[in-house]
């Protein structure tokens, strides 16, 4: 959900708050108003003594159950300031957005549920005009609330920045598990790579970092030069292209141009979350290093903007 879809939410749970926040005061006002009438009768009829007629009498007997209709109301208020504040807070902030969409749902339902009450046993005067300002309140609070759980449901799901990985060239094996484990089980969706020397090497060394992890993946994307890109490595190419193909990932490689080449000399392997500074793919396991996380914003711009001038490798020879 972008930034102007998420304010509208937040203007909907802002709206919803005020709505039911003026229907409290309209309830107060008319419920107060009748109390205040009932014991003002009763109070005059007790001072002169005077016998009331049963019209009189019935109207006084009233006035318990529009005391209980009061506490009601009492019990809305808290409700609809609530769903008001919560509304205010979202447009200024997503955070503790689960937290408080639940309660915006919550506030919202008991609310119709006590207003619902409220309409099926009083009448109040000109309530036939404002009898669905109410329900309209409640109903705008919980579609504001069901969109703010959304959200939650379409973010991306934050991951911590992995601690160094520190490769032993003196455990090569032991390496490619670690990595595999620690940084590849880490990605998903599209997995971007960038180094320059990509050759058969690297792709039999990719192909075992990920074919534990392939589920996780849709399309693996590689941005290289062409100076290793020989025979041996197009048969490579081919068939792990075909093996993931097999799997439903896409693959991709492209060749950079040669003068942007000369200007990069960091290797990188992210995906839409997560970056990190890799050693180089065909001596990853082997090469005295550490793996870092890396600022993925730019990390993803830099590759974005190679990966957009760059050739396939299917069209470079």
Known sequence: MDVKDWRLVS??????????????????EHLSFAIGLYYGI????NAYN?????????????????????????MMFPLSII?????????????????????????????????????????????????????LAGLISIAAGVLGLRSIAQRPTQRRSAAPIQINPETPYSNMLMISNRLMKKLSGNVRILDM??????????ARLVGTNMGAYTKISI?????RLGDDFT??????????ANRG?????????????????????????TAYKIPPLNIINRKNEHIVAIKHKDAEAWFERLWGGSTRFENAA
């Open 11 to 28: 203007a909907l749970a802002l709206v919803g708050g005020l709505l039911s926040l003026l229907s409290v005061f309209y309830f107060t």
């Open 223 to 227: 941005l290289t030069t062409g100076d």
């Open 50 to 74: 005077i016998t009331p007629s049963a019209a009189i009498t019935s109207l006084v007997s009233q006035s318990s159950a529009v005391s209980l209709a009061l506490s009601l109301v009492y």
């Open 83 to 135: 769903m008001a504040v919560i509304g205010a807070l979202w447009i200024f902030s997503k955070s503790h957005l689960r937290f408080t969409s639940y309660a915006l749902v919550f506030c919202a339902v008991a609310y119709l549920v006590l207003a619902g009450v409220l309409n099926l046993n009083f009448t109040f005067p000109g309530f036939s005009v404002l009898s669905y300002v109410p329900y």
């Open 249 to 273: 990932v896409e693959f991709e490689l492209r060749i950079i141009k040669e003068s942007e080449a000369h200007r990069q000399h960091e290797r990188m392997i992210l995906d839409d979350h």
């Open 42 to 45: 009763s109070g005059a009829l």
């Open 197 to 206: 020397h990509i050759d058969s090497r690297a792709i039999e060394n990719l």
């Open 235 to 244: 048969k490579a190419y081919n068939d792990f292209k075909a093996e993931l």
